[in-house]
């Protein structure tokens, strides 16, 4: 089993940077862990994945160029640097842990085994 817990979500203005974390504990060397959001009433949406040697990414197209998706394996942490927020990408952030052989199913919500508590994240004036 995995623990994921999210941290570094808040209140940004418009074109503001947020930096998340998502801290792992437990069976962390089988599992790897990617970005979801999701807002009140829509579908979770996969943001950012990063592969297993840390080498290919994967992100929505609503956010390329803007986020960041990277892992620091020593301390079981991956991080979603967030760069020119937008009010449309207010949320609540969500990490969630995969097997090392989906990367064929990056950021399809059926892929993930664990998940964290989410994080707020809210873009505004």
């Known amino acids: 089993q995995v623990q994921l817990v999210e941290s570094g979500g808040g209140s940004v203005q418009p074109g503001g940077s947020l930096r998340l974390s998502c801290k792992a504990s437990?069976?962390?060397?089988?599992?790897?862990v990617d970005w979801f959001r999701q807002v009140p009433g829509k579908e979770r949406e996969g943001v950012a994945s990063?592969?297993?040697?840390?080498?290919?990414?994967r992100y929505a197209d609503s956010v390329k160029g803007r986020f960041t998706i990277s892992r620091d394996t020593a301390n079981h942490t991956t991080y979603l640097q967030m760069n020119n927020l937008k009010p449309e990408d207010t949320a609540m952030y969500y990490c969630?842990?995969?097997?090392?052989?989906?990367?064929?199913?990056?950021?399809?919500?059926?892929?993930?085994?664990?998940w964290g508590q989410g994080t707020q994240v809210t873009v505004s004036l």
């Open positions: 437990g069976d962390t060397q089988r599992y790897y």
């Open positions: 969630a842990a995969r097997d090392g052989g989906t990367w064929a199913y990056v950021l399809q919500r059926s892929t993930y085994k664990y």
């Open positions: 990063l592969d297993t040697q840390g080498k290919l990414t």
